[in-house]
């Protein structure tokens, strides 16, 4: 088996959830702005692209070096042993991205890159004029920042958030990828209560259950890269049998989902049969004002609406308001909301014990830590 410089990327402040994924793989990591750097073989590939909950997309680097012209560009490109990635028939088309870098044309970059790339296959396969490209796909990206180029090979397809459960969503899904940073965050373990009162579509319950039973997020789900000829078919059988033994799919789990949508229910239970939850999940249209919870220790987690206009706001800080009122009773729950509300913390009547400031998508937000006091 061969070994590869390998690449995790993250969405900003989710990094070092990131890396404590990859390391609990059993891989050393190196940690840079929305990368998470670690070497492995081909197994590692399927392993991290099975097992990832929070990152993007897991990919090969080719090549690294700087480059300030479009001549350093093409012959440290066509240095690279791109044979040993992308068989003769590859199609492999490029992507790129320029920041700060000399070389800040982005379409030249691709086309030089391309070119780069069949000159060098065309030379190592012995052949003459175009290539087909009719053959498996390898998806190749080509990043310049502060004149540092890099050259990596996309081995998941479609990002790791696209689990294969969503069938259904609302107008402003959170991300499944988001989600199970939420829940990692809480350090939930599945002898606790977990409420979401805001659930939406389903995903915060849904990410929840499947960390309870220890099943892997991409085990419903294809990768790029399973069309590789190098990474043995055996390789990724194992990786899913793996996955298969390690679920604890008799785990009992008490998790609920409320919200105040009659829509959105019936979306997060064609979501959670979708899973395979139905049975586990109990979803029920219930508004935050009459929001009840049971037992101790639990933990409620929830993407409340943020409101962009006028009303929406004064619905949402009214929402934290009674949201905080609730909790008042139930000290030993530990709750965490995500929110864009600068004055959350004041409107829900209490000072976070702790806050952790995430995107969700475009959006800068905070995640707003209450923790309880545990009684046994």
Request: proline share 5%; charged share 25%.
């Amino acid at each position: 088996m061969s070994e590869f410089k390998l690449v995790a990327t993250s969405a900003m402040g989710l990094e070092s959830i990131v890396a404590e994924e990859v390391k609990a793989l059993g891989f050393e990591t190196h940690t840079e702005n929305g990368k998470i750097y670690f070497q492995g073989d081909e197994s590692a590939i399927a392993k991290t692209n099975m097992w990832l909950r929070v990152a993007d997309r897991v990919r090969v680097v080719a090549g690294e070096f700087h480059a300030t012209t479009f001549d350093e560009l093409f012959e440290r490109t066509k240095a690279i042993p791109w044979e040993q990635y992308l068989p003769v028939d590859a199609a492999f088309p490029v992507a790129g991205k320029s920041v700060k870098s000399t070389l800040f044309s982005v379409p030249d970059c691709q086309a030089i890159v391309k070119k780069a790339i069949v000159e060098r296959l065309k030379s190592a396969y012995k052949r003459i004029g175009f290539l087909d490209e009719s053959g498996p796909l390898f998806k190749l990206e080509v990043s310049i920042l502060k004149d540092k180029v890099t050259l990596t090979i996309d081995s998941s397809g479609a990002g790791l958030h696209k689990r294969g459960y969503r069938v259904g969503q609302g107008d402003a899904p959170l991300k499944e990828t988001l989600a199970a940073a939420l829940v990692k965050l809480t350090r939930w373990n599945p002898d606790r209560p977990f409420v979401d009162p805001f659930c939406g579509s389903g995903t915060i319950p849904i990410e929840a259950a499947m960390i309870g039973q220890n099943i892997a997020p991409g085990y419903n789900r294809e990768f790029l890269s399973e069309q590789w000829p190098w990474i043995p078919k055996k390789t990724w059988d194992d990786v899913r049998l793996e996955a298969e033994d390690l679920a604890n799919y008799d785990q009992p789990l008490s998790i609920f989902g409320f919200d105040h949508d009659p829509r959105m229910i019936k979306v997060a239970r064609n979501n959670a049969i979708e899973a395979g939850f139905l049975d586990i999940i109990q979803f029920e249209q219930r508004d935050v004002r009459d929001l009840q919870v049971e037992g101790l220790n639990g933990v409620l987690v929830g993407n409340p609406p943020y409101g962009e206009r006028l009303g929406e706001i004064e619905e949402a800080e009214e929402m934290a308001q009674v949201l905080g009122d609730v909790m008042k009773d139930h000290p030993s729950w530990s709750v965490y909301m995500l929110s864009s509300l600068e004055n959350f913390e004041t409107m829900y009547g209490k000072k976070a014990t702790k806050k952790r400031k995430l995107f969700n998508g475009f959006i800068r937000t905070d995640f707003y830590q209450f923790w309880g006091q545990r009684q046994s």
